[in-house]
């Protein structure tokens, strides 16, 4: 079966670092995306990654590891508004997109 | 632009009656795509169409139907609710399926069955 997993919660002070894990077993590989949920709202699209790497954008950054199955979001200067659900998603081989169920970041001041 | 939008937001059913979401973009996206959320699980796909006129089925297509009958609109159709449809719905588009096109994401639609 296809599986996706990320931690269920995390917390981080403001002005810091989180480094939030995604590992994922899926039929096919056609990208890893990274999304940005705030309680309530809808999905936003934060960052994608199909090769092996890292690519950064401003405080976040994704990287790869598709010999692992495994991803990162590194998000740097932690703000308060960063609390949020990220949600990791890979796209598989009939490019559709299998979900992992989020990682809620609680930022504390 | 408006990106995508749902109609209606929040919405409180008995057991056994109908309803239908609307999903509308207005990027000319191709690809659409109905999802629901439920607490401690990923997004699931329900239905997605690649086109106008086409509809297929994703990883819980029962009890749900949709229809595609203008490049814009999505609807999602419920002929008979139960309690286990209780959750959000989301209603996303890209510009085609493949990658890298991101999917956007309209605001949810949150369907409580009674």
């Known amino acids: 079966g296809q599986n996706i997993d990320q931690p269920t919660e995390m917390t981080a002070t403001e002005g810091a670092i989180v480094q939030i894990n995604c590992t994922y077993q899926?039929?096919?590989?056609?990208?890893l995306f990274w999304y940005q949920q705030h309680a309530g709202e809808a999905p936003t699209f934060l960052s994608y990654n199909v090769l092996d790497g890292l690519e950064e954008k401003g405080r976040f950054s994704s990287f790869l590891s598709r010999s692992k199955g495994y991803s990162y979001l590194l998000l740097k200067e932690l703000q308060m508004k960063d609390s949020a659900s990220y949600l990791c998603?890979?796209?598989?081989?009939?490019?559709?997109?299998?979900w992992g169920a989020g990682t809620k970041l609680i930022i504390k001041p | 632009n408006a990106g995508v939008t749902q109609t209606p937001k929040f919405r409180v059913l008995k057991t056994g009656q109908s309803m239908t979401l609307l999903c509308a973009q207005d990027?000319?996206?191709?690809?659409m795509y109905w999802y629901r959320q439920d607490p401690g699980m990923g997004l699931r796909l329900i239905h997605y169409s690649v086109g106008e006129g086409t509809t297929a089925k994703g990883e819980v297509p029962d009890g749900y139907n949709v229809s595609r009958l203008k490049k814009q609109n999505f609807l999602l159709g419920l002929e008979s609710a139960a309690p286990s449809q209780t959750s959000v719905y989301f209603c996303?588009?890209?510009?085609?399926?493949?990658?890298?096109?991101?999917?956007?994401f309209g605001p949810g639609t949150r369907l409580t069955v009674l």
């Open positions: 996303a588009s890209s510009p085609d399926g493949t990658s890298p096109n991101e999917q956007f």
């Open positions: 998603a890979v796209m598989d081989s009939n490019y559709q997109l299998i």
């Open positions: 990027m000319n996206h191709e690809y």
């Open positions: 899926t039929s096919g590989f056609n990208g």
